[in-house]
């Protein structure tokens, strides 16, 4: 596979795991309608407002589409300021798939080996990453990312073992907050 399809498989696993709520999955079509046209209205804000802070922002990353796309799904990106503002959104989108990571493991007990890893991503790593951000310590952020990076690297290794599935639902969202984590740690220590 080509690394711009893996991209683009990695974008679009993004773009659907940044819609989905698992607390919420039974909404109405309606809704969820109404979802992605706030999505497509506020993409449009990010591109025509803030298109060049995201990509000088995103070309310091390993993945600059995934960067882009993550950042442009995110409505606050289009009055982001600077590059720790775009920093702190990509935090929180590791903290958002995390959490959806760990609902989905408290719905199938047979896989509650990584619900210590995202207690940890949840509980630790990314608020060191935002206290980091917060006072101006790039480095105490980068640690924060790099160790939700490991932990979900960790969970999905013990998935893959289990199971033998690298595609399941769980081994791709792992396989995301992992790139996301990587990702802002990359921003975090070469843009701050």
Known sequence: MTKCMKNLIILLISSLILTWNPIHSSS????????????????????????????????????YSLCVS???????????????????????????????????????????????????????????????????????AGEGMADAAAAAAACQHSLVSASGNKQSVLSVVSQVVRAVAQIARSIITSVL
């Open 70 to 140: 993550t950042l442009e799904a995110d409505g606050r990106s289009a009055n982001a300021s600077d590059a720790r503002q775009l920093a702190q959104i990509l935090v929180d989108a590791v903290r958002a798939k995390a959490e959806q990571a760990l609902y989905s493991l408290r719905q199938q007990p047979s896989v509650q080996q990584c619900s210590a890893a995202y207690r940890s991503i949840l509980d630790e790593d990314v608020p060191k990453a935002q206290q980091g951000l917060q006072t101006g310590n790039p480095q105490l």
């Open 28 to 63: 109405s079509s309606a809704h969820a309608n109404a979802i992605l046209s706030s999505q497509s209205q506020s993409q449009s804000q990010n591109n025509n407002h803030n298109a060049g802070l995201i990509e000088s922002t995103c070309k310091s990353s390993d993945s």
